[in-house]
């Protein structure tokens, strides 16, 4: 599984930013796509995730909450994982990852695939 990001950038406080995921699965079943971010210093964490059922989780504990300000949107028609991004803050700041988890036809194991990151960065 092969990942391509796009829509980091620069943007001022309350601002709003989109991420784009397109992801290439050759001979992969593509379970779970989401957004996971890591600011300077700090682990890489979970932003959000939606799975193929359409349940979506987002993390509340990445730097404060992001429900309500974040949304994310899978298609798994297309491979395709955007995360909206509203209100932003200073604290939002970090380099960005687009996450699959995947696995092989006729296979059960879970394979991890990432991107190779976008920065965001909050600033005035």
């Known amino acids: 599984v092969q990942l391509v990001e796009s829509g980091g950038g620069l943007v001022q406080p309350g601002g709003s930013l989109t991420l784009s995921c397109a992801a290439t699965r050759t001979g992969f079943i593509i379970d779970v796509m989401g957004w996971y971010r890591q600011a300077p210093g700090n682990q890489r964490e979970l932003v959000a995730s939606s799975g193929t059922a359409g349940d979506m989780k987002y993390s509340d504990s990445v730097q404060g909450s992001v429900q309500g300000r974040f949304i994310i949107s899978a298609d798994y028609a297309k491979n395709t994982v955007n995360l909206h991004m509203n209100n932003l803050k200073p604290e939002d700041t970090g380099v960005y990852y687009c996450?699959?988890?995947?696995?092989?036809?006729?296979?059960?194991?879970?394979?991890?695939?990432w991107g190779q990151g976008t920065q965001v960065t909050v600033s005035s």
């Open positions: 996450n699959v988890v995947a696995r092989r036809y006729g296979r059960s194991r879970l394979q991890y695939f």
